[in-house]
């Protein structure tokens, strides 16, 4: 049971670099999000996903996009890498059933854009 | 506009001692109060929770005290162990449809000293 899986766990890109962070969740979670966490700053909320077919943005949306592939997966793109987004992402799932309920982590994606 | 204000950012008790970090939040949409603990390099993971129906709750050394009317929580570890050394954060989310990301305090680097 390998709860919520994230890809790559450290990456370093150059400015103007594209690259997209996987995740993928085998607890069949309704709820996706994502995350960046930056020191003295806490987690803030990228974009989630409520269910299969939707995604919203978050606090921090601004450089990034989202695609909601299946139940399972939930992707984070960055299209232009810029070193303000050096940062490290969580993954994170829940299932969703009136509120109350665990949202679970992955272990996190260190980005480095330099 | 921080929604979460979590106090202190870094933290050091003496073996056996009781660990205190204390919470507010702003949103009154807000009514589920969970607190995360992360260890280095690993993703957050839940510690325990709240809702606001109930002033206490204890799990093992971990006790949540809420505070409806100040929109105050805090977490209170006794009989602090080395093994609690980690970064707390207080989140909080409203409960209404469940999906809403949860929005977390910057965080509370905790050492524990044997």
């Known amino acids: 049971n390998a709860g919520v899986t994230q890809t790559p766990k450290f990456q370093v890109l150059k400015t103007g670099q594209s690259m997209t962070l996987q995740c993928a969740q085998d607890m069949n979670h309704n709820s996706m999000y994502w995350y960046r966490q930056d020191p003295g700053m806490g987690l803030r909320l990228i974009y989630y996903?409520?269910?299969?077919?939707?995604?919203d943005k978050g606090e921090v949306p601004n450089g990034y996009n989202v695609s909601r592939l299946n139940k399972r997966e939930f992707s984070l793109r960055l299209e232009s890498a810029a070193p303000s987004q050096t940062s490290v992402y969580f993954c994170?799932?829940?299932?969703?059933?009136?509120?109350?309920?665990?949202?679970?982590f992955g272990q996190g994606t260190r980005l480095t854009v330099v | 506009q921080q929604q979460v204000k979590q106090s202190p950012q870094s933290l050091i008790v003496q073996k056996g001692g009781i660990s205190i970090i204390n919470c507010a939040y702003e949103?009154?949409?807000?009514?589920?109060f969970p607190w995360y603990q992360q260890f280095p390099g690993k993703g957050p993971a839940l510690l325990i929770a709240?809702?606001?129906?109930?002033s206490e709750k204890k799990e093992g050394r971990f006790t949540i005290s809420f505070n409806k009317s100040a929109k105050q929580f805090s977490l209170h570890i006794m009989d602090s162990q080395p093994g609690d050394s980690a970064t707390y954060f207080c989140a909080a989310s409203p409960s209404r449809g469940g999906a809403d990301g949860l929005t977390f305090g910057k965080g509370t680097h905790l050492i524990i000293q044997p």
């Open positions: 996903s409520a269910s299969e077919g939707t995604t």
């Open positions: 709240i809702r606001p129906d109930v």
């Open positions: 994170a799932s829940k299932l969703n059933r009136g509120g109350y309920t665990e949202a679970f």
């Open positions: 949103n009154t949409a807000f009514d589920y």
